[in-house]
């Protein structure tokens, strides 16, 4: 229920965006790919952003298997292309995390791939995108998370 909750949460602001032309899909938007390790990137992956301020965000990598996440980054100032930089929020929904849950009877261990959403506040400069994340999702009884609640996301956007 909440992955269509989310996917219809992105769905609004993409159409409210590009009424209000923060996505400028006239041609003068910006488009780009990014590689990186972190919830933007999919786990260890690639990232691709469209829009002009605001942009929809796709994530695809790995993070103990597939890993992906689709979500609206927003920068504040000038272009994130800028020397300077850009401060940015975004949301996302996707794979947020590893989950290793624990057999009580064998004392095995398995690693599995958490969903859920996740807030982020980042800096892009030049070629540069470096920020922190947090996950918001459930963990089951008999499971731990595995890292950190609070995580790092690093970048190179061509």
């Known amino acids: ?10 769905a609004v602001l993409a159409v409210t965006c590009a009424a209000s032309g923060a996505l400028a899909w006239d041609g003068t938007s910006s488009k780009g790919w990014g590689a990186g ?5 999919g786990g260890v992956g690639v990232n691709y952003e469209a829009g002009a301020q605001t942009r929809l ?12 996440n689709v979500g609206v980054k927003h920068y504040f100032g000038q272009p994130p ?12 929904y996707g794979t947020v995390g590893i989950l290793r849950r624990i057999n009580l009877n064998s004392g095995s261990e398995s690693d599995e791939t ?3 959403f996740s807030v982020a506040v980042g800096w892009t400069a ?25 995580k790092l996301y690093v970048g190179y956007r061509f």
Not at 37 to 41: M, R, T, V
Not at 126 to 150: Q, R
């Open 114 to 116: 958490l969903q859920g």
């Open 57 to 68: 965000s796709v994530g695809l990598g790995w993070m103990e298997n597939l890993g992906w």
């Open 37 to 41: 390790l972190g919830i933007p990137y």
């Open 1 to 10: 229920m909440r992955r269509i909750f989310f996917v219809l949460l992105v």
């Open 81 to 92: 292309a800028a020397k300077k930089g850009s401060a940015s929020i975004s949301v996302y």
């Open 126 to 150: 030049g070629h540069f995108d470096i920020g922190l994340i947090k996950p918001f999702f459930s963990i089951p009884e008999g499971a731990e998370e595995v890292g950190p609640s609070v």
